[in-house]
């Protein structure tokens, strides 16, 4: 079993930043890989970012390339989504997930075992 707690979401205006956070429990953090997922009314949960048990691998959608960062810290048993430059079309739900199967960053919400409770971004034009 893990457990997975969500925090740092918020409202904020286009062009600002939020960071948030996931608190894992329950397994070696070190031992799986980690994604970030995010829903918005009515369409469908989609990857945002996930990143490898080492950290050294990771993945985004194209939509947050070059604006969101993921990072882990494996002695903290947290992982981290920083996001710049925030978009109204960002606005959503916020998830994190523990893909327990694997030590590779992979991006199908399927593959993942675990997931938080979620934390609302709101971002404002």
């Known amino acids: 079993q893990v457990q997975l707690v969500e925090s740092g979401g918020g409202l904020v205006q286009a062009g600002g930043s939020l960071r948030l956070s996931c608190a894992a429990s329950?397994?070696?953090?070190?031992?799986?890989?980690m994604g970030w997922f995010r829903q918005a009314p009515g369409k469908e949960r989609e990857v945002v970012a996930s990143i490898g048990w080492t950290g050294g691998t990771t993945l985004y959608a194209d939509s947050v390339k070059g604006r969101f960062t993921i990072s882990r810290d494996n002695p903290k048993n947290t992982v981290y989504l920083q996001m710049n430059s925030l978009k109204p079309e960002d606005t959503a739900v916020y998830y994190c997930a523990a893909d327990i199967g694997s030590r590779w960053a992979r991006k199908t919400a399927r593959e993942y075992d675990y997931w938080g409770q979620g934390t609302q971004v709101t971002v404002s034009s």
């Open positions: 329950g397994r070696t953090f070190s031992s799986y890989a």
